[in-house]
């Protein structure tokens, strides 16, 4: 079962495919009575996720198909394997194939791009996190599949965690300032955690009992010496690495020892999948 934000999230997208004309190509040429089988597989080797969201475009389209899922969420698979098996009218299927396939095809996107950079970190203590940048309306799927891929989710919104970032700082006159204003006005029901860019502002950070630091837009050499400085100062301290991480950065990016690296990679960066749908009818 899926929330109901998410069936209106799937009410939108059909609206957007269908415009309150329907599908005219299926309802022109596809008898009304035919019956179909739907597969849909793999086109390449990926890690699956968003199998609920296209279930609920099949059950939104035609609540007699019947859509079966072959895998689990979060399951690494080949190409050529099904992912899931559809029965029900032709039109329907048909109808609901494009939208069924871009959920699929792009959360299937972010755990395959989430599974590279866990794998590309593994070993080094180091968990790579999500960020912010989302396509309105897929956030709690994209973080889902962010999960799946074995990567981990920075906060959700603006509501759940204080970070306070460069303009905040620039706003409020400096770390101290903001993060006095921070304490004031709330008693630690939510982290704080606060961007810094320099050794003084670090060592502020520090100490105002910030709860998480952000170092933000380091190279490695600076990023160790700063990750050195605050390990020495509060060895507890949560450090995350955070601006222009890649694939290709994100190791050197674990080994300087901070704790979490956070990319936008994870979610806008990730490539296409290529997945497909094949229909079988019964006349």
């Known amino acids: 079962m899926i929330d109901q934000a998410s069936r209106e999230l799937v009410r939108r997208a059909l609206a957007e495919d ?22 849909i597989s793999a086109r390449e080797d990926l890690v699956v996720a968003g199998l609920p969201l296209a279930q609920s475009v099949m059950e939104e389209i035609d609540q007699t198909a019947v859509f079966e899922r072959l895998v689990d969420e979060g399951a690494q698979v080949e190409d050529g394997v099904a992912l899931a098996r559809i029965e029900g009218p032709a039109r329907a299927i048909l109808t609901a194939e494009r939208t069924m396939l871009n959920f699929l095809m792009h959360l299937c996107a972010v755990a395959t791009q ?10 080094t203590g180091a968990k790579v ?14 973080k889902q599949a962010v999960v799946h891929g074995g990567c981990g989710n ?10 306070v970032k460069n303009n905040h700082l620039e706003a409020a006159g400096g ?19 606060v961007e810094v860019e320099s050794e003084a502002d670090l060592r502020e950070a520090l100490a105002c009992d910030a ?5 933000d837009n380091q190279d490695p050499g600076s990023l160790r010496e700063l990750v050195s400085i605050a390990r020495g100062l509060r060895p ?9 991480v890649s694939l290709e950065t994100v190791r050197t990016v674990a080994e300087t020892g901070v704790d979490l690296i956070s990319t936008s990679a994870l979610t806008m960066g990730a490539p296409p999948v290529d997945l497909g749908l094949s229909l079988e009818v019964g006349r």
């Open 236 to 244: 507890d301290i949560l450090l995350e690495a955070s601006g222009r």
């Open 175 to 193: 770390v101290q300032a903001a993060l006095e204003r921070v304490r004031e006005a709330q008693s630690g029901y939510v982290k704080v955690e």
């Open 18 to 39: 269908l415009a309150g004309y329907g599908d005219v190509t299926s309802e022109f040429t596809v008898p009304v009575e035919l019956r179909g089988r739907g597969v």
């Open 154 to 163: 920075h906060r959700f919104g603006l509501f759940d965690m204080v970070l």
């Open 211 to 215: 709860d998480v630091i952000m170092l």
């Open 129 to 142: 996190v999500d960020t912010r940048k989302t396509i309105p309306g897929l956030r709690a799927w994209e």
């Open 114 to 123: 989430s599974r590279r950079f866990a794998d590309a970190v593994a070993g």
